[in-house]
Nanobody, 122 residues
Framework: QVQLVESGGGLVQPGGSLRLSCVASGSIFNINAMGWYRQAPGKERELAAHISSIDGSTNYADSVKGRFIISRDNAQNTVSLQMGSLKPDDTAVYYC???????????????WGQGTQVTVSS
């Protein structure tokens, strides 16, 4: 099995910064991508940022471009999200995910963390 554990959420004032981290552990053979989705109250879950573990290419939601930076450490199976210039609209539960091929498997499957709350408010 694979476990993803997030950390770093909390309460921050508008304009502030916060860093989320996620570590994957378990029976991992290979991870080919990691990233973050977020879900605000009453809204659907949306992709915030994605990073390939193969070539490091990234994708961001338009709403976070220029403010969020995603990075990964392949050796440690970790992904981080540096969030800056935070707005109240960034308030959401942030979920880490990873496309993992477990030992003995032939395909990659998505695994999810339990989510971490980010609240942007004065």
């Amino acid at each position: 099995q694979v476990q993803l554990v997030e950390s770093g959420g909390g309460l921050v004032q508008p304009g502030g910064s916060l860093r989320l981290s996620c570590v994957a552990s378990g029976s991992i053979f290979n991870i080919n991508a990691m990233g973050w989705y977020r879900q605000a109250p009453g809204k659907e879950r949306e992709l915030a940022a994605h990073i390939s573990s193969i070539d490091g290419s990234t994708n961001y939601a338009d709403s976070v471009k220029g403010r969020f930076i995603i990075s990964r450490d392949n050796a440690q199976n970790t992904v981080s999200l540096q969030m800056g210039s935070l707005k109240p609209d960034d308030t959401a539960v942030y979920y880490c995910y990873a496309w993992v091929r477990t030992r003995g498997a032939t395909d990659h499957y998505a695994y999810w963390g339990q989510g971490t709350q980010v609240t942007v408010s004065s």
